[in-house]
């Protein structure tokens, strides 16, 4: 049986660093390179010795990269570049366009602020990119002459895809991350009913059912509403792009209505390109941004502002968007460390955090944060989740399941044990086989054979006749008979006749006919009538024609002759094809006879 | 698979593809050559138009003609709203038809005609730039039309047409023109289209699978590749080999087609795109510099985003660049803006703008640095503040029937030191300006067609290889105007069959479907026992359960009946071999007898059976006696081959 191999090396059992190593048809394909965000150390990018010790354009036909956080494309320069891959790498539009800007803003976060060795140039971004191919939503891509893949919109940032890939008669979807539920600024994830071999999806909120996205929103803006009313400062650490720009589109439209004073800031430098990058790429964003966008673009912000590091100490209320969303870097973390210590503050982390970051820590109840140099910071502020990233649910994961169909499903990008809840419930609720890998560990998924067969149209024409001709019965099964004639290059199934000629042999067909005598007195057509009744009774499955005073039962022939007094010859005739069924009769009819 | 005609226009097609059931329409141009019959529509009352003489044909007093023709010079004009030839309707009944699939923005604008009140059902293809940039197309002709109601409506010259002169004795089926459809029918028929991407698979019924591939002509355009597994039909409407702002044309996916279909080949032969860009370029220059204005009919999309940019930069050159540029439709802010976030659609040097980010267009820029203005209409607010002589105007419509642009030639008209420049191929000048004659302006044409002309075509042909080509016979002869230029044409390949068609012909086309496709499942597959019969040849039976869904063919397991699988003898039986087996089953008594041909009859006399053989049967006649006949069976069964 053909097999599907599936290879974590992250986001196996785990959320942060999803690279994945598909294998099938003989193609090694990578799905995403992220990187982890909670190591400084060699963990922090997949570990590619798994695949070879050296450069690994060799052992990879291509690499698929689903959206441009850095949890699934931050490792693509160093694998390009560093480790040595040179073959094709396939990401959307916006993909292509907004990738490279983030990994820019964490290479200098990383080598110019932390000092961090073994990390890849400005250069090697650049290089990188230059392998890329942009993909649209639904193009066919044939990779080679075997590799075909396809994206459907994931709507979890601006550009994010699912992939789907098919090689030979075996296929996998990957999801990269992606939510069911349109947003402010995003639609809903969509696919149609591909019926997979295999579905890998993440699994980040497997056990949460969210509530309505809308009480979500109006709880958030409470929170921020009460805060600056009584004079605090506002934290909000986002990633560049994504859930920034949803949040600034709600902020913008709230502070409108409310007519509030407060200011907000954008604390990104790149904001005003980022918008841009929204507009330019209006179409992937949803149905009601890109209707109005002629009129008035959602991405120009009247109350929000570009933020200046001075305005940290700055007194009175305001609210600040700053990267990066899991503070364990750059500005966020600055501000965080002179705000903490005030119960007046607040932060919202609207997103997931790895472990090992200061997000997760506090998110984590801690109530001191313990840096490198030994700086303690007393965290007096009110922290604050509200998940805003836009991840599928347990119910929007179940809902993909039933919208492409799969035959299994591989679940990824979630911590052991929401994956083994979900596994269960998958399970229990479509009967599918359901894998976990860790990384490191290969899952082998069998798929069944479907090989693709030239038939000629004659012969199926003739079944359907057949077939139609029938009464219909649903429980009537339709059977295809034909001959395979196979030459070097082709395969075509047809009627036998046909290839016999085709392959320039002379068909012999053997015939039997067996003569039995029965007394039975009156005339023969009434005899003939009798053992008509009595096939029909003994073999009710076989369609069974009386004509002309003959008896044709599939294509065996019973004929009846004799004159009105007692002895008749039954003649049963059938061809060598038919040998099992042609005994059978005549067995019956003998039988018959006897009783 | 027939092929139905219903345009009379190659460059505004619409056809009929049937082919396994299915019935595709394949674009559905509107012809517009009609609208040059009518009078100009002017919303502010026009001294000329208005008091144009009545005409009537010698020797006819009919009252109720009275009124509407009117003469100008040497041409009679329709004093009616404008009147458009849609496809046939008498071939072929809409609501059979499936699916339509749009080429381009330029070839959709009878959509509303086929799919509102004909009880159509089928869904429509298209890509996003197709639909976005054709509805534009489609509001705009609306408004233009909608913005100046006429109150009569004039249908008696229909019966007139053969006395009046030319042109317009030389309509084309004046009786079939329709009236303009109106806004609700363009929102319900363009939400009818199913978006899809180039290179996008799309299953028709699981009959047929169809391709829109980038076909180089404008944003979004594409060619159709409809096929099966065995046959591939390839439907080329306009395409460009040139290198302009679309997305470049993909060749590959058009090779080796069984049947090529070719339509919307250039309008203008004998001129090249870039010189006449050239000349467009050095008469705005003079123009301005001598202190005149200039007018460019044309759509409100495609070669005038490249005008935007050639003109803006040349107009620095000549020093002119302190002239604005006007860009004057109800679709104009719209289609700015849609251009300039289409960057999928656009040539790789565009698309790296947007990576910038920047925009892909420079009109954004020069909108924002006030070198391009954009109003919906001339009387929109800010337009006469802003407007300054010496200028360019960019306004619709190419046929100057109707749009701002007939306002312009009110305005500019009788100065010969304006000029009026044609771009847009679709009509020709002279006509689009009769109504107008007398006119001082001077008159430049410089249309640009960026299809594939002929040249471009036949290296086209050569290179894709069609077994059979399919194209407009017009195709097949030198143009009208240059009947003389004989290279003008599609000529005969010698790898491929050329089949012409032309309006209201329905032609067979040679596809015979042969072979379909199934897909045999495991279980199924693990049975086959080949045969090798011949040298690299070999048989095997294969008996399955038929599955059919969504007309895929699945050959699974029988899963109850375990009956053994059936063989086919083969060969011919050799009588000698038979006999000496039939002997050491202890048969001696067998007494052969010829019945001629080679027919033999092989009689066991004490058994009471007889055997007839022939070349390709084997005849065994018995009692009941099952002992005997299974014996029988196996001698035969030896002296036989079997797969
Ligand atoms: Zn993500």
Known sequence: MPEIKITPLGAGQEVGRSCLLLTMGGKNIMLDCGMHMGYNDDRRFPDFSYISDGPISAFIDCVIISHFHLDHCGALPYMSEMVGYNGPIYMTHPTKAIAPILLEDMRKVSVEKKGEMNFFTSQMIKDCMKKVIAVTLHQSVMVDNDIEIKA???????????????????????????????????????????????????????????????????????????????????????????????????????????????????????????NNYYKMFITWTNQKIRKTFVQRNMFDFKHIKAFDRQYIDNPGPMVVFATPGMLHAGLSLQIFKKWAPNENNMIIMPGFCVQGTVGHKILNGAKTVEFENRQIVEVKMSVEYMSFSAHADAKGIMQLIQHCEPRNVMLVHGEAAKIDFLKEKIQQEFNLQCFSPANGETSVITTPVKIPVDVSLPLLKAEAKKFSGLTPDPKRRRTLHGVLLMKENSMCLMDVDEACKEAGINRHVVRFTSTLNINDPGPSLTTAHKIHGYIREKLPLCSVIFSEGEISIESVLVKVEGDDDDQKSVYVSWTNQDEELGSQILNLINHMGKV | MKLYCLSNDPNKPCHILTFREVTMMLDCGLSMQSLLNFLPLSFVPSNKLMNMANWMPCDTSDPDLEGELKENGDRVFVDSPPEFCPPLDKLIDFSQVDVILISNYLCMMALPFITEGTGFKGRVYATEPTLQIGRLLLEELVIYIEQCPKCNFASQWKNFVHKCPYPLNEAFKPKSWKQIYNMNNVNASLSRIQMVGYNEKIDLYGALQV???????????????????????????????????????????????????????????????????????????????????????????????DLFECLSGKMQESGVANCPMFFISPVADMSLAYSNILAEWLSSVKQNKVYAPEEPFPHALLVKNNKLKHFKHIYSEGFSTDFQEPCVVFCGHPSLRFGDVVQFIELWGNNPRNCIVFTEPDYDYIEALAPYQPLQIKVAHCAIDTSLNFTQANKLIRDLKPKTLVVPECYTQPPVANPNLTELVIGNHPDSTLIPYKWGEVINLPLKRKQGQVLIETNVAQKIVPVEVKPGISLSTVTGSLNVKDNIHKIQELSDIKSKPVKYEWGTLNITEFLQKLSQEGITDAKVESLGGNVVVIHLQAEDALIQLEDNSTHVVCNADEKLRTKLRNIVMQCLKEF
């Open chain 1, 152 to 274: 459907y919109y994931a709507g979890h940032v601006l550009g994010a895809a699912m992939f789907w890939i098919r090689v030979g008669s075996q296929s996998v979807v990957y999801t990269g991350d992606y939510n069911m539920t349109p947003d402010r600024h995003l639609g809903a994830a969509w696919i149609d009913k591909c019926r997979p071999d295999l579905l890998i999806s993440e699994s980040t909120y497997a056990t949460t059912i969210r509530d309505s996205k809308r009480c979500r929103e109006k709880d958030f803006l409470k929170k921020v509403h009460e805060c600056v009313d009584k004079g605090g400062k506002v934290l909000i650490p986002v990633f560049a792009l994504g859930r920034a720009q949803e949040l600034c589109i709600l902020l913008e439209t709230y502070w409108e209505r409310m007519n509030l004073k407060a200011p907000i800031y954008f604390a990104l430098g790149l904001t005003e390109k980022a």
């Open chain 2, 211 to 305: 391709i829109p591939a980038s076909s180089g002509y404008c944003l979004g355009s594409a060619n159709w590749i409809i096929s099966t597994e065995h046959e591939k039909i390839v439907y080329l409407s306009g395409s460009s080999t040139l290198t302009t702002h679309p997305r470049p044309m993909d060749h590959h996916a058009l090779k080796n087609a069984d049947i090529l279909i070719m339509s919307d080949l250039t309008q203008t032969p004998i001129s090249n795109p870039d010189s006449m860009l050239g000349v467009l370029c050095v008469v705005v220059g003079l123009t301005l510099r001598g202190g005149g204005n200039v007018l460019i009919p044309c759509y409100p999309t495609g070669v005038v985003y």
